[in-house]
């Protein structure tokens, strides 16, 4: 018996002997191989692309801005409000400030969105959530991207001691210099000018 067609097509084979205690109707995500065997990868892209339906999975009504912002997050992971809002406010012009404060605070707790803070930077909204992805940070330009756990599994990090805490998972922000960065530090001084 083979995954539904949501899983077909990926290069993996989600039969249940092949993934054993693994439900297969766990959307939206997606089953993939990685060193530690068979894991789950939120499917960005199908999530950006079905924003009615993830608002229905998740239990929140379905408004014109709570779509709008979704769809901006697909197209612009790691947005801050102002990104949002600028692309919101051009489908949906009279929408306020505090309106995308509120809809990307509701699909934060529904678990569709996921806030990041960078330090230095304010929170930035993405949509690949329930995978244990960590984030690599432009030291110059502050360009965000995800990098994905080296262990494969959570928490990909184990301290040294727990003090008592149930650790479910480590939240890592690498930071480096983009290569766009790296290229405008390799041009020689003058070298765009006339």
Not at 128 to 150: E, K, T
Request: net charge negative; glycine share 8%.
């Amino acid at each position: 018996m083979s995954g539904p067609a949501w899983v077909q097509g990926h290069g993996v084979d989600a039969t249940a002997d092949r993934c054993p205690g693994v439900p297969l109707d766990i959307r939206p995500f997606l089953l993939t191989k990685s060193k530690e065997g068979v894991i789950l990868v939120a499917m960005m892209t199908s999530r950006a692309n079905d924003p009615i339906a993830l608002l229905r999975e998740a239990g929140l009504r379905v408004t014109d801005t709570r779509v709008a912002v979704i769809s901006a997050l697909g197209d612009l992971p790691h947005s801050g409000v102002d990104a949002v809002m600028s692309a919101v406010s051009r489908t949906l012009p009279q929408t306020s400030r505090q309106a995308i404060h509120n809809v990307l605070t509701d699909l934060t707790h529904a678990g569709i969105a996921r806030r990041i803070e960078p330090a230095g930077q304010p929170g930035l909204y993405e949509l690949r959530v329930g995978d244990n992805h960590h984030h690599i940070v432009c030291q110059h330009c502050g360009a965000v991207a995800d990098v994905d756990c080296v262990t494969g599994h959570a928490p990909c990090l184990t301290p040294s001691t727990t003090s008592g805490f149930d650790l479910t998972e480590a939240e890592v922000t690498f930071w480096g210099v983009c290569s766009t960065c790296k290229a405008a530090q390799a041009e020689p001084a003058g070298a765009s000018a006339p």
